[in-house]
Structure formats: structure tokens, C-alpha cells
């Protein structure tokens, strides 16, 4: 509860100037330098507060604050669209988690069900906190000696202002009517001009407001750990239960209570099961099933279903139809059988070690075989990348399904082993690893190494003409353009005269919007495609219309 802070009105000043700070930042601006300024702002912010409330926090979830100071920095490094929206979402997802964990236990250490419902309730505090901490402050304000010796003017004349509003529009505009020179008065005084734009000022105004909410509350949820609000206990109890409808985790349903004393004799308790579930045969049969059509699949598709370039000749199939036919499906296939095991390993009861060994013995052979659908996929999108070259859909289509696999195994390891926070928390790491990954690998600048680099065009290619789609370059963002800038001496005449236009018109755009966003918005991924152009003589100027 906020009344357990030693000084609620610090946080909430604290997140009004965070709020003031991302209007400045962010308000009509792109991403940039105010990124990672302002997440390392916030992130002092909660430490300096955290000190002065002596809230010391747990250190094995500090992580997440390294992590979300990453991402923020990245969101000024890297300019794709795809890797901006991941980014941004790392940084808030990391720094929800942060807040909702900040003095709790460890999440490498915690329940999934506990991790889950602790977040949804610090998620429900962050709307309803600043509320609560707001009147508590104003409150413990008013029972100052200085506000009591205020108080009794303030609101007098407060009340007095409101009470005289309309008694005057009354007078005034009887006045008004009844001379022409006082009217001209009064019109003129009433037709001033703002300095500001009203719909900017009001825009500015609920920007500062919902930042500072979103501040106030990530603060308040942080400091005050455990301390759930009469909502913030609400939702999480809701979670809890429904989360406890459909699964127990094993440690706790193992949990010995109520241990007997010495010399005496108690009922031994089965492990605690949860109401609604779903018994080990009916699950084996729905896994064996399963893995017997995946089997039979691969069995059926096994004479040319890793096939390469000879494959074609025995299918008669060309390369678009051979790596398009069943990519997409073989891929949903795997999604939907990883969300299977999941659901079938929360809702499965299976308290006889028998169950338990042949359940993990069906999930473990299906994995096995999903992996094989993911690999047979892989081996597709290649062999269509390396025929028509690298788009933003296939790179990141390709690297979804290593980080899907991943996932499965951690699947296999958590299941075996019985502990599903190796799943749960290792897929989050893992995530958070796949993320950092694409941020170092710059998709955009790969996809143009790779199809100008290309030179093994295949006879399909050859014959239909098909040339370096250069229009396709000059689309992606500035994170391609260093790499295009070093490509152009292996395009020809016609196509580099076409990136060279391009890119002209890029300088001059990326150059209004620096001006447009100011210092705020200065981001390495377009300073470096600025810096680019200019060194290769490019930066001339272009033709208006």
C-alpha cells in the first residue's frame, strides 16, 4: 500500500518529471539517443527511490534492467521497422517484468504459475496505484502545520472563483450589449492568440499525463514488492485460481504440510492435483496418435522430402513450387504441435511413474519428429533464398524457426527433468537472446550482401532474364544502406545510376527528419547511412516537386 512508503509524493515527482522527460523525448519525435536516455533516467530514478525508501531489491532479477538498457539502446542503433517494433516491445516487456519482480523472489527460482500471476498483478497495480498513492499523498499533505494554515484561504477562494464565473458572463454580456465601444473592449481581450496550438497543448497534456501514469505506476509496483493493492490482490487471486483450475506445479504439489509428530500416525496425502484435467491414457492416445501420422509423414515424404537441386528433376516441380508447397504448412504444423505439448503437459495428470515415464517417452518422440518438420522447412526456405535471394519475410521466417527449435528442445530438457521453469524461463532468455541476435546480424544490410553478392543465378533465373530487384533495396531502411553504398561497383550501369537516385533522396529525407527531431532523435542506424551517402559523393541535390 502506498502509506508503507516513507514519502509517496517523491515517487509521484519522480514520474512527473519522467513524464515531462518523454514528452520532451519522444512527443512527435522518432526513435533515437532519447531511448536509451530516458530508460537509464527511469531506471535511476527507481534505484535512487528504491534507496531512500531503504527497498533494497533482489538481485537476481536485475538482469531485466540490463537487458531493457540494451533493447533501448538498440532502438537507436538499428532502424528496420521489424527490429524497432521488437526492440521497443523487449524494452517494455523486460521492464513490466522488472517492476512486477523487482523485490520478489528470484524468476529463474519461481512457480510459472506464481511468475504468471504475480505479473498479471503488478500489470493491474501499475493502472490502479498512482491513484491511491496521489490521494494518500495529498492527504498526508493536508495534515501538515503549513497546509492547515493555507487550507482555510485556499478554498474559499477556489469556491468563490467558480461561483463568480457565471454571475459575470451574465453582467458582461448585458454591458456588452448595452455599449458598442466597451463591447469592442471586451472582443478584443477575448481574441488573443495562444503562443500554442490548442491541439498541441492538449496533446502534450495527455502525453505527459499517461507517461507519467505508466511511470508512476512501474515505480510505485517496483518499491512496494509484494504490497498488492485491493485490486492488485484481486486479479492476482483471480489468476491463481484459474491457473489452479488446469495445473499444479510439481513442487508444490508435492509439498509435504501438516508433517506428523514424532510417535504419531497420519493419512498419507496423495500429491495435490488440479480440478480439471485430463487423464494420462486419454492424453497418450492423442500423443501416440499423433506421432504416428507425423511418422508416417516422414516415412511417406522420406524419398525426396530432404532433396536438394535433384529433387526437382524427379518431381518436376520448380524451385517456387518445390520451396513454396508446404513451407508455410510444415511451419504452422510445428507451432501448433509445440502448443499441444503445452496444453497437454499443464492439463495431464499423471501421478503413477509409469504415466509419467511413457507420457514424457510420446511428447520426447514427437519433438523428435517436429524437429524433423522444421528441418525439412529450413532445407525449403534455403533452397528458395539461395534461387531468388533474401527478403525481410524469409530472413526472419528462417531465423523463427532455429529459435522454435530451441524452444522444443528446452521443452524435452524441462519435461524430463521436471521442472518447467527450465521451459518457461529458459524460452524467455532465449527470446530475449533471438532478439539481441537479429539486432547484431542487421537483417537489412545481409539481405543486400547476399542478393547483389549472388552470382550462382540458376537456369530457371537465367532463362526468365531475372536481374538484382533494385528497387526491392532501396525500399529497406538505412540499416542497408552502408552495405549498399559498398555493392554498387558490382551492379551494373542501369541499376547503379537507379541506387544512386535512391539513396540522394534518402540523404536529403533522413536529413529533414534529424532536423525535425532534433538531438533527441539522433540514431546511429541513420547518422551511419547519412555518413555513407556522403562519403561516396551521392549526397546531391534532388529535384522537387
Not at 530514478?45 to 533493447?71: I, Y
Request: hydrophobic content about 55%; some cysteine.
Amino acid at each position: 500500500m502506498p502509506a508503507s512508503l516513507r514519502q509517496p509524493a517523491q515517487v509521484l515527482l519522480a514520474a512527473l518529471v519522467l513524464g515531462l522527460l518523454a514528452d520532451y523525448l519522444f512527443y512527435d519525435r522518432s526513435f533515437g539517443i532519447s531511448a536509451p536516455l530516458f530508460a537509464g533516467m527511469g531506471l535511476a530514478a527507481l534505484a535512487a527511490l528504491s534507496t531512500a525508501e531503504r527497498r533494497t531489491p533482489t538481485r537476481a532479477n536485475l538482469w531485466l534492467a540490463a537487458g531493457a538498457l540494451v533493447f533501448a539502446a538498440c532502438l537507436a542503433w538499428r532502424a528496420s521497422a521489424t527490429l524497432t517494433t521488437l526492440n521497443a516491445l523487449a524494452v517494455l516487456g523486460m521492464l513490466a517484468l522488472l517492476a512486477s519482480s523487482y523485490r520478489g523472489a528470484a524468476l529463474a527460482r519461481q512457480p510459472v504459475a506464481h511468475t504468471i500471476a504475480q505479473l498479471i498483478a503488478g500489470l493491474s497495480d501499475m493502472a490502479f496505484q498512482p491513484a491511491a498513492a496521489a490521494l494518500y499523498a495529498t492527504r498526508q499533505r493536508a495534515a501538515t502545520p503549513t497546509d492547515r494554515r493555507v487550507g482555510p484561504w485556499l478554498r474559499p477562494i477556489g469556491c468563490g472563483l467558480l461561483l463568480a464565473l457565471p454571475v459575470l458572463f451574465i453582467f458582461t454580456g448585458l454591458l456588452m450589449s448595452a455599449d458598442s465601444i466597451f463591447a469592442s473592449y471586451v472582443e478584443q481581450i477575448l481574441s488573443f492568440d495562444l503562443p500554442l496550438d490548442l491541439t498541441q497543448l492538449i496533446g502534450h497534456a495527455f502525453f505527459v499525463a499517461a507517461a507519467t501514469w505508466a511511470c508512476a505506476g512501474g515505480l510505485l509496483v517496483a518499491l512496494l514488492g509484494d504490497e498488492r493493492s485491493g485490486f492488485g490482490r484481486a486479479f492476482g487471486a483471480v489468476a491463481r485460481a484459474l491457473i489452479g483450475l488446469i495445473y499444479i506445479d510439481p513442487a508444490e504439489a508435492h509439498a509435504i504440510e501438516d508433517l506428523p509428530a514424532e510417535g504419531d500416525t497420519q493419512r498419507l496425502r496423495m500429491p495435490r492435483q488440479a480440478p480439471i484435467g485430463l487423464g494420462a491414457i486419454e492424453a497418450l492416445t492423442v500423443l501416440v496418435l499423433v506421432d504416428l501420422l507425423f511418422g508416417g509423414f516422414m516415412a511417406i515424404q522420406g524419398a525426396y522430402f530432404f532433396g536438394g537441386l535433384d529433387t526437382l528433376a524427379r518431381t518436376g516441380m520448380t524451385y517456387a513450387e518445390y520451396a513454396r508447397r508446404g513451407f508455410f504448412e510444415l511451419l504452422a504444423v510445428a507451432c501448433l504441435a509445440l502448443g499441444l505439448l503445452c496444453t497437454l503437459a499443464i492439463i495431464t495428470r499423471r501421478p503413477v511413474p509409469s504415466h509419467r515415464r511413457a507420457f514424457n517417452a510420446a511428447c520426447t518422440a514427437m519433438i523428435a519428429l517436429v524437429l524433423g518438420l522444421l528441418a525439412s522447412a529450413f532445407q525449403r526456405m534455403q533452397l528458395y533464398e539461395h534461387a531468388y535471394g533474401y527478403t525481410e519475410l524469409r530472413i526472419y521466417t528462417h531465423s523463427f524457426m532455429i529459435w522454435l527449435a530451441v524452444v522444443l528442445a528446452l521443452f524435452v530438457v524441462a519435461l524430463l527433468r521436471g521442472r518447467p521453469q527450465v521451459f518457461t524461463f529458459g524460452g524467455l532468455v532465449s527470446l530475449v537472446a533471438y532478439v539481441l541476435v537479429l539486432n547484431l546480424a542487421n537483417p537489412d544490410a545481409l539481405i543486400v550482401r547476399e542478393n547483389i553478392g549472388r552470382s550462382d543465378l540458376s537456369a530457371e533465373q537465367q532463362r526468365g532474364g531475372e536481374q538484382v530487384d533494385t528497387y526491392y533495396l532501396t525500399q529497406l531502411s538505412p540499416d542497408a544502406t552502408p552495405a549498399l553504398v559498398a555493392a554498387l561497383s558490382q551492379l551494373d550501369d542501369r541499376a547503379r545510376q537507379d541506387i544512386a537516385d535512391a539513396l540522394a533522396q534518402q540523404y536529403w529525407q533522413l536529413a529533414e527528419q534529424q532536423q525535425r527531431d532534433g538531438w533527441p532523435g539522433w540514431h546511429l542506424g541513420r547518422a551511419s547511412a547519412r555518413w555513407a551517402i556522403e562519403a561516396a559523393g551521392l549526397a546531391k541535390p534532388i529535384e522537387r516537386r
